[in-house]
T-cell receptor
Framework: GEDVEQSLFLSVREGDSSVINCTYTDSSSTYLYWYKQEPGAGLQLLTYIFSNMDMKQDQRLTVLLNKKDKHLSLRIADTQTGDSAIYFCAESPSYSGYALNFGKGTSLLVTP | DGGITQSPKYLFRKEGQNVTLSCEQNLNHDAMYWYRQDPGQGLRLIYYSQIVNDFQKGDIAEGYSVSREKKESFPLTVTSAQKNPTAFYLC?????????????FGPGTRLTVL
């Protein structure tokens, strides 16, 4: 399939907000996901958004969806050093049997 | 505890050998998936199975084989035909319902070919 695009690196200071952006490809995706991966580990589901929503907030996480531009973003408020990880956005296109199509991941580095 | 287990965590293989990676889930999910992750890359789909005794090729199925004889198990065999098998392998499962089809991942197996 086509590529889901993410910026590769982001560095922020502890306590600041982080915004990770993603451009997806398939407008038929019913759900869009954000996963977190720490070194040597599997993927942990952070949050997801239904395609008919514009925004979803879950504690420190805010997801914004712009369907017209196929743009998804994840905002982490009050970023902590424990948030340092790789963040993947993923779409669920109907052509792949609902297997996920992932971006290459954004490495977030939080400095004290 | 409900979840997905993968074993072993680390696996070493000599060139020319087949090797099988285990994936077990006790979430009662119908669908299971295998992904491959290379450094600096996203996850690429190898195989997926929506139901027992049925599976489909993903984007990079060449050199791999799977079986789905039981709902809770989806083993992946990396054959000698796979040209570059050294990678991190992730298994996932999901249960599609009215509200979501969220995939949950196991901890992964790192395969190194010597």
């Amino acid at each position: 399939g086509e590529d889901v695009e993410q910026s590769l690196f982001l560095s922020v200071r502890e306590g600041d907000s982080s915004v990770i952006n993603c451009t997806y490809t398939d407008s038929s995706s019913t759900y869009l996901y954000w996963y977190k991966q720490e070194p040597g580990a599997g993927l942990q589901l952070l949050t997801y958004i239904f395609s008919n929503m514009d925004m979803k907030q879950d504690q420190r996480l805010t997801v914004l969806l712009n369907k017209k531009d196929k743009h998804l973003s994840l905002r982490i408020a009050d970023t902590q050093t424990g948030d340092s990880a790789i963040y993947f956005c993923a779409e669920s296109p109907s052509y792949s049997g609902y297997a996920l199509n992932f971006g290459k991941g954004t490495s977030l580095l939080v400095t004290p | 505890d409900g979840g997905i287990t993968q074993s072993p965590k680390y696996l070493f293989r000599k060139e020319g050998q087949n090797v099988t990676l285990s994936c077990e889930q006790n979430l009662n999910h119908d669908a299971m998936y295998w992904y491959r992750q290379d450094p600096g890359q996203g996850l690429r789909l190898i195989y997926y199975s929506q139901i027992v005794n049925d599976f489909q090729k993903g984007d990079i199925a060449e050199g791999y084989s799977v079986s789905r004889e039981k709902k809770e198990s989806f083993p992946l065999t990396v054959t000698s035909a796979q040209k570059n098998p050294t990678a991190f392998y992730l298994c996932a499962s999901s249960q599609r319902d009215r509200y979501t089809d969220t995939q949950y991942f196991g901890p992964g197996t790192r395969l190194t070919v010597l």
